[in-house]
T-cell receptor, first 112, second 114 residues
């Protein structure tokens, strides 16, 4: 039972363009959503998050959008840079935020 | 300050042997998590500890898996009678208790069962 789904295993984008990574969830009890970035042979690092009371959160080149009615969130990276090439995990948690469910990840390639 | 550390970084073991994986969380973090990432898969939740509360073990795949957290700090994940399907990267993370949504991950332990 995949409660958090990232249906695109990989995405390739040209440097300077926008990268859009998508995530869907099924559990309506989730109220906090996070994106993590992972380089090979390293642990994931936190990137950006959004609470269910918001529909947008922005941090520099990174923006997360949340559509609660569609149970869908997306991460926008603008402009994309080669250093953004990594695996991006979408994650969700319910009230309390301790048990977090991760998606399978999307591998982003940013071509110079 | 120091981040989350895990040891060993790599472990190769024979099928049927027991293994212990260690995690040192960030000082002051009261929540500690274990995840597993099999080849080509996402992060699979295994267990978390929060302060002195009973751990949430709902993600442990079988009774061969167990974990302890001593003194509210260091944690050990033990896998008994290892099987080849246990081969994966085991990741540990920690976070603050309050508003502790952001987790800080260690580099992981790559376990290979031959």
């Amino acid at each position: 039972d995949q409660q958090v789904k990232q249906n695109s295993p990989s995405l390739s984008v040209q440097e300077g363009r926008i990268s859009i990574l998508n995530c869907d969830y099924t559990n309506s009890m989730f109220d906090y959503f996070l994106w993590y970035k992972k380089y090979p042979a390293e642990g994931p690092t936190f990137l950006i998050s959004i609470s269910s009371i918001k529909d947008k959160n922005e941090d520099g080149r990174f923006t997360v959008f949340l559509n609660k009615s569609a149970k869908h969130l997306s991460l926008h990276i603008v402009p994309s840079q080669p250093g953004d090439s990594a695996v991006y995990f979408c994650a969700a948690s319910d009230t309390g935020g301790f048990k977090t469910i991760f998606g399978a990840g999307t591998r982003l390639f940013v071509k110079a | 300050g120091a981040g989350v550390s895990q040891s060993p970084s790599n472990k190769v073991t024979e099928k049927g042997k027991d293994v212990e994986l260690r995690c040192d969380p960030i000082s002051g973090h009261t929540a500690l998590y274990w995840y597993r990432q099999s080849l080509g898969q996402g992060l699979e939740f295994l267990i978390y500890f929060q302060g002195n509360s009973a751990p949430d073990k709902s993600g442990l795949p079988s009774d061969r898996f167990s974990a302890e957290r001593t003194g509210g700090s260091v944690s050990t994940l033990t896998i008994q009678r290892t099987q080849q399907e246990d081969s994966a990267v085991y990741l540990c993370a920690s976070s603050f208790a309050s508003g502790g949504y952001e987790q800080y991950f260690g580099p992981g332990t790559r376990l290979t069962v031959t």
